[in-house]
């Protein structure tokens, strides 16, 4: 396991800026979802991935597979052009 360290600066309203090179490696973009853990004294933040979330997460509403396919298609659409 490769570890990468950057320090960043807490802004306005608490807010955390991941850098990009991390954002990048770990497949992290706007609107992703982030777990946020406290170890001992340690914040620890990972990604939730889209499928675990799907399986474990709470259901909060239902869908039909015409729109799961059209969202689907939006999302690849989306990353292809990145």
């Known amino acids: 396991m490769i570890e990468q360290r950057i320090r960043v600066r807490i802004g306005r309203r608490r807010r955390l800026t991941i850098p990009k090179p991390i954002a990048e490696r770990l497949g992290i973009c706007e609107g ?3 777990e946020i853990r406290v170890v001992g004294g340690e914040m620890r933040l990972k990604p939730i991935d889209a499928v675990w979330l799907s399986l474990h997460g709470e259901k909060i509403a239902e869908t039909t597979l015409q729109e799961l396919e059209e969202e689907s ?3 690849q659409l989306f990353h292809q052009d990145r």
């Open 32 to 34: 992703s979802l982030m």
């Open 73 to 75: 298609l939006k999302e």
